[in-house]
Structure formats: C-alpha cells, structure tokens
C-alpha cells in the first residue's frame, strides 16, 4: 500500500447536499481516500477544489 498527494477539480453541483457524494466517488476513482479536504471554490466558474491522501 502507498499513499498519494492528489488534487482535483470537481464540478459544484447544483445540490449542495450531494457535494460530499461527488467528492467521495471522485476520490475512489484514483484510491481509497484516507482523509480529504475543501481548500477553495470558485464559485464563478462553479468548481471546488480538493485535496486529498489516497491509498492504491
């Protein structure tokens, strides 16, 4: 097992109350996330920014 620094751009839904669901199965196309984190939005163009430790 290793883990990853990643970084991503998700697009802000519509609903807020799905964002963490976006997040999450964003997140475990690339890992299984161990810890993720919101570092910005934009709310302009819509997207959140998120950083994230993956394991693969």
Request: net charge positive; no cysteine.
């Amino acid at each position: 097992m290793t883990t990853h620094f990643i970084s991503t751009e998700i697009a802000l839904p519509a609903n807020p109350l799905i964002l963490k669901q976006e997040i999450e199965q964003t997140l475990n196309r690339q890992g299984k996330p161990l810890r993720w984190a919101i570092t910005s939005v934009d709310e302009i163009e819509k997207k959140v920014k998120v950083e994230a430790i993956i394991t693969r």
